[in-house]
């Protein structure tokens, strides 16, 4: 207690925020992540790893969908609240109206081509029903989105870190409980089960942070509550013409993220095409091919982004600290909290990199039963290219590091993801593999 209270004189009120704000994102992310070891190491055992390798291929889909109607908009969100506090209630009203038109669209989009995007997109019509959990999925992670980036922009971060927890406890909870009732029912275990609890976790963070907005809405500065001074008749023209003025400042910000979101995850839903497709060519079969690629992501990759975690939670409260200062126009306080993220990512980049290097192998094979997800981390674990363990690799490995290596970042130090890859925390694909 006293220590607390020593290190919240010696703090500035926003550095403390920032302080108390990464380390309670950190502490839930922490736990996050140790759930979703857990439960991968399920997955891995239940539905194996070509379920796996079909489980990842589904979620580019999802992170397409985020980038288009959710992602973008929660960082515009989140920067235009906290250059704008006394607004904070009409920005977020506007994105949410936003964010949750265009999820809608993009849901019943995938729901009318599920079998195009499956087997002419994906090259897998297994994934078609897979997709309808999916496009289910995307409202509820639009309004969930929306709600924290309100909550990062006023700098209040209990109600998001919370969500992160609910989220993955439910899914979590869900899965080995329909498990079990299968198990006893003499219903074998598909990979359908771990997308339905991927809807399930959506829809309970929803619920969670929807309550908590009605219930617990954050505070302004002065420590009261942002109300509605305009009378029910009044009230509709009023929201709109907030939206007139408020919309366009917004997706100003908004589609430049979303186009270069976009991209990231187009690419990342062609790695999972490709990878699949060039094993095929070198001589796997279709389940061999998806069994090495379901290590690659549903093993090897949570072990590499793990480190994230503190990084993650530290670049989700830069962009409203950083913003904060370019508003006041303090270039100095937005260097110096920027190189010092830099350089606290450096230190445990490399830190990590030693550690996947020398006991990769060993904590593959010892916590997934499996030489190639080994394999995987101590390759991965390198900043620069993996070649040089490529003569260590059976043929298949060697094929899947050929083609694995040229993915922008995936030999970057773990720790520096988190600043050239801030969408990872904001449902990015990346988290998915991680924090799952």
């Not at 997955?43 to 390798?53: Q, V, W």
């Not at 590499?304 to 503190?310: E, K, M, R, V």
């Not at 306080?333 to 996947?356: D, N, P, Q």
Request: charged share 15%; glycine share 8%; aromatic share 10%.
């Amino acid at each position: 207690m006293k220590d607390s209270l020593k290190i919240s004189q010696k703090l500035s009120p926003r550095k403390y925020a920032l302080f108390t704000g990464t380390l309670l994102l950190t502490s839930t992310g922490l736990i996050t992540r140790v759930l979703g070891f857990f439960y991968r190491i399920f997955l891995s055992r239940t539905i194996g790893a070509e379920g796996l390798g079909l489980y990842n291929m589904v979620h580019p889909v999802f992170g397409i969908c985020f980038a288009l109607c959710a992602g973008s908009i929660q960082t515009a969100i989140s920067q235009s609240v906290a250059a704008n506090v006394r607004k904070g209630r009409s920005i977020f009203r506007t994105g949410l109206v936003i964010s949750m038109s265009t999820s809608f669209v993009l849901a019943w989009l995938i729901i009318r081509f599920q079998d195009f995007l499956a087997g002419s997109i994906l090259m897998e019509p297994r994934c078609a029903p897979l997709l309808t959990y999916i496009a289910v999925s995307v409202p509820c992670a639009a309004i969930h989105a929306c709600i924290n980036g309100y909550y990062y922009g006023m700098q209040r971060t209990r109600v998001p870190a919370f969500a992160q927890v609910i989220e993955q406890s439910v899914r979590i909870g869900a899965v080995f409980l329909i498990a079990d009732i299968m198990l006893e029912a003499g219903i074998g275990i598909t990979v359908q089960l771990a997308v339905a609890g991927h809807l399930i976790g959506e829809i309970a963070s929803t619920l969670y942070t929807v309550a908590a907005c009605q219930f617990f809405p954050p505070k302004l500065p002065d420590g009261t509550y942002a109300k509605d001074t305009d009378s029910d008749g009044r009230r509709f023209s009023a929201a709109a013409d907030s939206f007139r003025r408020t919309a366009p400042a917004l997706m100003t910000l908004a589609l430049p993220l979303m186009g270069n979101r976009l991209i990231l995850n187009i690419l990342s839903s062609a790695e999972a095409i490709w990878i699949p497709g060039s094993l095929n060519r070198f001589g796997l079969s279709s389940s061999e091919a998806f069994s090495i690629y379901g290590v690659l992501t549903g093993m090897a990759l949570p072990f590499i982004l793990f480190p994230s975690t503190i990084f993650n939670s530290l670049a989700v409260l830069l962009l409203p600290t950083v913003a904060e200062a370019q508003s006041e126009g303090n270039e100095r306080r937005i260097a110096g909290t920027i190189s010092m993220s830099l350089r606290y990512c450096l230190y445990v980049g490399i830190l990590c990199i030693g550690i996947f290097t020398l006991f990769g192998n060993d904590l593959g094979v010892s916590v997934f039963k499996d030489e190639n997800a080994g394999s995987f981390i101590m390759t991965l674990s390198l900043p620069l290219s993996g070649h040089h363990h490529g003569k260590h690799l059976k043929r298949p490995r060697k094929d899947l590091h050929h083609v694995y290596s040229e993915r922008d970042g995936s030999f970057r130090p773990p720790g520096l993801r988190a600043v050239w890859h801030p969408e990872i925390r904001n449902h990015g694909v990346s988290d998915r593999y991680a924090g799952q």
